[in-house]
């Protein structure tokens, strides 16, 4: 086996670990020093393939975002009224991050960096290859807002930038969804919490997404 050749298998290797270990114990819990253990190399040796743990991070990212991208793909059919398909990408792509919190969790780890830290931190080959999962991932919704927009159902001004406001507004409804607890006040100066059931907030998200795709401009 050529160099090339080796070292791809490697960073293949590692990427395989580091998605094993977030699905099994969460982004948080894991470290350089478990997911090298995983693969039986030294620590050092994942610094030779990525910058640092950033970028290990956003290159396991750009894994869930095509499985992802093909999990849209296989629920969305264009015959069907725009409103259904967005109804059912939007279902999709929560039950996807409720059955992934990892991907959740490693999605918003990237998402709360500046963008120029980011682009310090990790190579312009790899912004490059999460750009294009990323997009990859939005185009479903661009897609289907452009439909409604052609049919008249939607009024939509910048469906790009829709497409990426339901990605991030989706991002942090699963984090409420994992915690399954609301807050209010249920007497003055006294907090309360309530259970969430998962499908009464994936209800609710789906009337929000196309009440904000039929929304008229000002």
Do not use: W
């Not at 030294?42 to 030779?48: G, S």
């Not at 849209?72 to 059955?99: C, K, W, Y």
């Not at 006294?190 to 929304?215: N, Q, T, Y």
């Amino acid at each position: 086996m050529v160099v090339s050749e080796r070292r791809a298998e490697r960073k293949r290797e590692i990427l395989e670990a580091t998605r094993t270990l977030f699905d099994e114990r969460g982004v948080r819990d894991a470290q350089i020093e478990d997911i090298a253990r995983a693969v039986g190399i030294n620590r050092a040796i994942i610094y030779r393939h990525f910058s640092g743990k950033e970028e290990l991070f956003a290159e396991t990212l750009v894994g869930y975002l095509q499985e992802l991208d093909r999990t849209l793909a296989a629920v969305d059919d264009p015959t069907v009224d725009p409103e259904q398909r967005l109804r059912t990408i939007t279902a999709t792509f929560l039950d996807f991050g409720a059955a992934l919190p990892a991907f959740v969790d490693c999605a918003q780890a990237l998402l709360r960096r500046r963008g120029e830290e980011l682009m310090e931190e990790v190579s312009q080959k790899v912004m490059i290859d999460l750009g294009l999962a990323m997009a990859g991932c939005l185009n479903h919704a661009v897609e289907i807002l452009q439909a409604g927009v052609a049919s008249g159902q939607f009024h939509v001004r910048d469906p790009n930038l829709m497409a990426n406001i339901f990605y991030t507004q989706a991002l942090g409804v699963l984090n409420l969804a994992t915690l399954q607890l609301s807050v209010r006040e249920e007497n003055p100066g006294l907090p309360a919490v309530d259970a969430v059931p998962f499908d009464e907030v994936k209800s609710l998200v789906l009337i929000a997404a196309v009440a904000m795709a039929r929304g008229t401009e000002s």
